[in-house]
């Protein structure tokens, strides 16, 4: 499977962060987050969407949305990573060293 990184959370410290992906062949969304296990935020959800045995929920922070809009639209700027600080700006869509925001 081919996967192309959108973004990862601008506030990371690099390791264990959130990030979003998508799968080159299919077009699906991979999203990489906090695993969801409150049982209230977990009951909400179900109100809405019964969670499959092979389901999971995570969260995202809200500092990604320009991320996730970038893999919705399939396209964005890159912007510097907030852990590579003497990186210049640009590169391609994809570039393990960078962060792709709208």
Not at 59 to 83: C, F, K, S
């Amino acid at each position: 499977m081919a996967l192309e990184f959108i973004g990862i959370d601008p506030e990371t410290g690099g390791d264990h962060c959130p990030a979003v992906f998508i799968d080159e062949e299919t077009g699906d969304f991979l999203l990489q987050g906090w695993t969801v296990t409150d049982p209230d935020t977990l009951a909400a959800i179900a109100g809405h969407s019964p969670i499959a045995d092979n389901e999971s929920v995570v969260r995202l922070p809200a500092r990604m949305r320009a991320i996730i809009q970038e893999a919705v639209n399939g396209h964005g700027a890159t912007v510097q990573r907030a852990d590579r600080g003497g990186d210049d700006l640009g590169g391609a869509p994809g570039d393990a060293g960078r962060l792709h925001a709208v």
